[in-house]
């Protein structure tokens, strides 16, 4: 069982950036690999960026490719989403989550459906 909670959330203007954090419980943290994804009003719920169990494997949307960077810090029990460049479109609640994997590196789920624990979400509002 894990539980997430997000923060680092906020209103950014255009250009600017921000750091999500996805704070896990439990002492199996390392076993999950960890998705990033998000929501706009009125919109479906879309795959941002996932990293490996091991931290070696990363998989970004094209849409946030060379913009943001997800990392993971397993002593700290925390996966981050750095985002620079932000723009309008970016606007959404961003959610973390969490899937078991046996494997360390290598493998990706962009499917929500694959994910098995969510955090509550963080606003992210970039103003033009």
């Known amino acids: 069982q894990v539980q997430l909670v997000e923060s680092g959330g906020g209103l950014v203007q255009a250009g600017g950036s921000l750091r999500l954090s996805c704070a896990a419980s439990?002492?199996?943290?390392?076993?999950?690999?960890v998705g990033w994804f998000r929501q706009a009003p009125g919109k479906e719920r879309e795959f941002v960026a996932c990293?490996?169990?091991?931290?070696?494997?990363?998989y970004y949307a094209d849409s946030v490719k060379g913009r943001f960077t997800i990392s993971r810090d397993d002593a700290q029990n925390t996966v981050y989403l750095q985002m620079n460049s932000l723009k309008p479109e970016d606007t959404a609640v961003y959610y973390c989550?969490?899937?078991?994997?046996?494997?360390?590196?290598?493998?990706?789920?962009?499917?929500?459906?694959?994910?098995?624990?969510w955090g509550q979400g963080t606003q992210v509002t970039v103003s033009s």
């Open positions: 989550a969490a899937r078991y994997t046996r494997e360390y590196s290598g493998s990706y789920y962009r499917n929500r459906n694959e994910y098995d624990y």
């Open positions: 439990g002492r199996t943290f390392s076993r999950y690999l």
């Open positions: 990293i490996s169990r091991n931290g070696d494997s990363t």
